[in-house]
């Protein structure tokens, strides 16, 4: 079983829309949670991080189910800018990081 | 603050050459992650260090792969012999031992065999 699943997509969504992202992963123990946004042929950069509570920042919402081990993230009114992928990553003792596959995103005009 | 350094950005070998890459992390960043990404997939984990210690090298292809961290700072990974299978773009990222942890990348180095 992989440690993190995501949908790769694509996901094609019209500017403004809302559009959603999904993400489990398979480690119990894992302590803390990240989505990182990967722009075609850069490295990943840090989107947000995800608290126990659920947080939001701007358009973007990211949600924590410990339980279900579960994490999504929300973006409200798309912008063409958004279109890059979104890599759910779970961090475990140790500071060790898992990456998913990512989910790609366009956002077309 | 400086960010995660990287070199070369890109490099082009023939197959059965070496090649070797090198990272100097963010100042004070106790932990060094070489990842590899291929093309449509997310970043692999080949070593993590912590300071000069290795962490986890349990995906490293330790018969062609190698990596350092002499003195706790920067670090090389090197390829020998590489394969066309290689070619990929190597990524190092850096992060604390305090605070929030996240990861900082560098921009990579984009590895191409022939």
């Known amino acids: 079983r992989k440690e993190v699943e995501q949908d790769p997509g694509p996901f094609n969504v019209p500017e403004g829309a809302t559009v959603a992202f999904n993400c489990t992963y398979s480690n119990s123990a894992s302590q803390s949670f990240f989505w990182y946004r990967q722009d075609c042929r850069k490295e990943p950069k840090l989107l947000m991080s995800?608290?126990?509570s659920g947080n939001e920042d701007g358009r973007f919402t990211a949600q924590l189910n410990r339980a279900s081990q579960y994490i999504s993230l929300l973006i409200r009114d798309s912008k063409l800018s958004d279109s890059a992928t979104y890599l759910c990553?779970?961090?475990?003792?140790?500071?060790?990081?898992?990456f998913g596959t990512g989910t790609s995103l366009t956002v077309i005009p | 603050e400086a960010g995660v350094a990287q070199s070369p950005r890109y490099k082009i070998i023939e197959k059965r050459q070496s090649v070797a890459f090198w990272c100097n992390p963010i100042s004070g960043h106790a932990t060094l992650y070489w990842y590899q990404q291929i093309l449509g997939q997310g970043p692999k984990l080949l070593i993590q260090f912590q300071n000069n210690g290795v962490v986890d090298d349990s995906q490293l292809p330790k018969d062609r792969f190698s990596a350092e961290r002499l003195k706790g700072v920067d670090s090389t990974l090197k390829i020998q012999p590489a394969k066309l299978e290689d070619s990929a773009v190597y990524l190092c990222?850096?992060?604390?031992?305090?605070?929030?942890?996240?990861?900082?990348f560098g921009p990579g180095t984009r590895l191409t065999v022939l």
């Open positions: 995800v608290y126990s």
């Open positions: 990222a850096s992060s604390s031992l305090a605070g929030n942890n996240e990861q900082f």
């Open positions: 990553v779970p961090k475990a003792a140790g500071n060790q990081f898992y």
